[in-house]
């Protein structure tokens, strides 16, 4: 089966093709089949492949494919990889965008556009699926472009809303900037890397290359790692996730979960030798991510729309990716991936779920005491909840205390903001979850008979998520407690094995205390969270009015928004005016004069052949006197 690694992507790029070219002629139904089936059965082949490849020798986990020749004097083809990274990716994208997808049956099943919805959605899948499944830079970026094509598209599908017709274009702009950034540094590596693109021949070359030239080195992963700024919204373009919330909800729960921002993490993960010879950049890859981190974290403390705590809660998670790939845990990075895919997609769907039962109502206001009518959705949403904030045994509390372990051996101020961090986002949560489910009804009486549970089609893969949001963290056991590598990074170690050594040789860390302290972290957030939204729902506004400056700073999103503008957007408008200006009364003006004077030497000339003879005389007279006055004077 692993031979036939390509239709992976080709499965739902047909599911594409099929919906988009005849969907608006089918019956839902056979729409919903198509689109649900094409991502079936690239799950249940990304499987087979994964088990074929996990039957080779443990050193001897790579498996490439050549389907065709794509630019021949580059001497470079359409080519697939699959080891244990990759591996991991396409069963994330496959398993997690199914359940997306099944949910989309009964939360979009009245739209207008759903034929539409769901080959866009397709689409998305097949442009991830190459991303991850590329050998080279150039067909990594196919899909890294592709996913950006396909989050304008789904984020702007209410394209006759202005809000989300904006949200739709500012992601894909800001995505553009960071885009370049990629590309400069793939033709850099070109060049670096004696003209060849393809990954696995890069990173060969790569320690022979550092020796020679280290800022080269540098510069090529602090490029690529613009590009990942951009895809996965790190400082300083994180400023168009959080309005990507404007499309449907589970497409928030797609881009978030399972494709476009995990694209960032997995690029630099992917190229992890070249950053660990560049350690200028992977410092700085760990500081951004801690930064984003702890931003994002302050500003969906402050937020009213459900989807946007959401938003920012997926940045500063994926700050924590970032920061993990800082410290050297590449690895690590990976595993939180992979939990935060499942409690991600479980929020975003949960959120759906609550906002579908209150007719599309977003605000955290106009919630509360909705536990006693929606009670399955509760629970659901609960996993995803302690599984967030890392309550010990849950999926995020193994993966992030492993972040937190490896930030402690490379650099204990990374530790310090991660810890910071993991407080904040059990108290963040928490008052998500008191804000909506506890507490008085806040409901508007219009709304609060149109309250009900989610159909089957949501309610399963809301189940199944949380199933992995609790029990997922089980396959990455701690080495300590185990006493060998856990299942997890077993698996990826022929990958990462290498580089995290080369990061962390000679150093270790008190693994038991650290872990009591995210522990700590995890349940303190949690009660501070309980304390100030649900036992004292009066005393955050007592708090707010007392840091007026600050909690408008942080309520207004650090007016991140408002600096660009200031500092870019309105130096740009300004230009086009004057350029406008300069068009209208230069080279209008210009253009103009020429017409101009093309007509008046017209109607002077006019005059010289009116046809009537005696004109034609008194010019003849008028001239000879001229010629005699001239010749006499």
């Known amino acids: ?29 056979v729409v919903s089949a198509v689109a649900c089936g094409s991502v079936a059965l690239a799950f249940a082949l990304s499987v087979a492949c994964f088990l074929d490849l996990a039957a080779l020798p443990e050193h001897h986990r790579v498996h490439a494919i050549t389907v065709a020749e794509w630019i021949g004097p580059m001497n470079l083809g359409w080519s697939f ?38 080959a866009y959605l397709n689409l998305f899948m097949a442009m991830m699926l190459t991303l991850v499944l590329g050998a080279s830079l150039p067909l990594l970026f196919v899909g890294w472009e592709g996913v950006g094509l396909c989050s304008y598209l789904l984020i702007g599908y209410w394209y006759t809303k202005i809000d989300c017709a904006d949200a739709g274009r500012k992601a894909f702009i800001v995505n553009r900037i960071g885009d370049a950034s990629f590309i400069l540094g793939m033709l850099l ?145 990976i595993f939180h991936l992979t939990t935060h895919a499942f409690f991600k997609a479980l929020l975003f769907l949960g959120s759906g779920a609550v906002i579908h039962a209150l007719g599309g109502e977003q605000d955290m206001r106009a919630m509360g005491g909705l536990k006693a009518r929606l009670p399955r959705t509760f629970w659901f949403f609960a996993a995803g909840w302690v599984a967030i904030a890392g309550v010990p045994l849950t999926s995020g509390f193994f993966s992030k205390d492993e972040i937190l372990h490896r930030a402690w051996l490379q650099n204990p101020g990374l530790w310090l903001a991660g810890i910071v961090g993991a407080l904040m986002t059990a108290t963040y949560m928490t008052r998500l979850m008191g804000l909506t489910f506890w507490g008085r009804s806040r409901v508007p009486a219009d709304k609060a008979h149109h309250i009900h549970e989610a159909p089957t089609s949501m309610a399963v893969a809301l189940g199944v998520l949380a199933v992995l949001s609790l029990a997922g963290g089980f396959m990455g056991l701690p080495a300590s407690w185990l006493g060998h590598p856990g299942l997890f990074e077993h698996w990826l170690a022929p990958v990462f094995e290498g580089p995290e050594l080369v990061m962390t040789t000679g150093r270790v860390g008190p693994e038991g205390i650290l872990m009591i302290l995210s522990s700590l972290a995890a349940i303190g957030g949690i009660f501070l969270g309980l304390h100030l939204w649900v036992r004292r729902p009066d005393l955050p506004g007592r708090i707010a009015a007392r840091m007026a400056t600050l909690y408008r700073f942080v309520k207004g999103k650090l007016f991140v928004d408002e600096l660009y503008e200031l500092i870019a957007l309105r130096p740009f408008y300004a230009a086009c005016r004057a350029f406008a200006r ?35 005389a008194l010019f003849y007279l008028v001239g000879a006197a001229a010629v005699v006055w001239y010749l006499v004077g």
């Open 582 to 616: 300069f068009d209208e009364r230069a080279v209008d003006g210009t253009v103009n004069a020429v017409g101009m004077g093309m007509e008046t030497s017209g109607h002077v000339l006019k005059l010289f052949h009116s046809g009537f003879v005696r004109s034609y």
């Open 81 to 118: 990889l699959l080891d244990p990274l990759s591996s991991v990716m396409i069963l994330i994208v496959t398993g997690v965008g199914l359940l997306i997808h099944i949910y989309s049956i009964g939360y979009m099943w009245d739209d207008d556009g759903y034929w539409r919805y769901f």
């Open 1 to 29: 089966m692993i031979d036939l690694l390509w239709l992976i992507p080709v499965l739902p790029l047909l599911g594409f093709a099929v919906n988009g070219l005849i969907g608006a002629r089918l019956p839902r139904s």
């Open 189 to 333: 590596a070109w060049t670096t890397f004696g003209g060849t693109f393809d990954i696995a021949e890069i990173l060969a070359r790569a320690p022979e290359r550092a020796a020679a030239s280290p800022g080269t080195m540098t510069a090529i992963a602090l490029l690529l790692f613009g590009g990942a700024c951009g895809k996965s919204a790190q400082i300083p373009l994180f400023i168009w996730l959080p309005d990507a919330m404007a499309g449907p909800t589970p497409v928030s729960a797609l881009i978030h979960a399972a494709t476009m921002v995990t694209a960032g993490v997995y690029m630099v993960c992917r190229m992890a030798p070249l950053y660990v010879l560049a350690p200028g950049a992977l410092e700085v890859v760990g500081v951004i991510g801690a930064t984003t981190a702890l931003a994002a974290a302050a500003i969906a403390m402050a937020q009213d729309d459900i989807k946007k705590v959401l938003a920012y809660s997926t940045i500063s998670q994926l700050g924590y990716m970032f920061m993990a790939a800082g410290a050297g845990a590449f690895g690590a990075a």
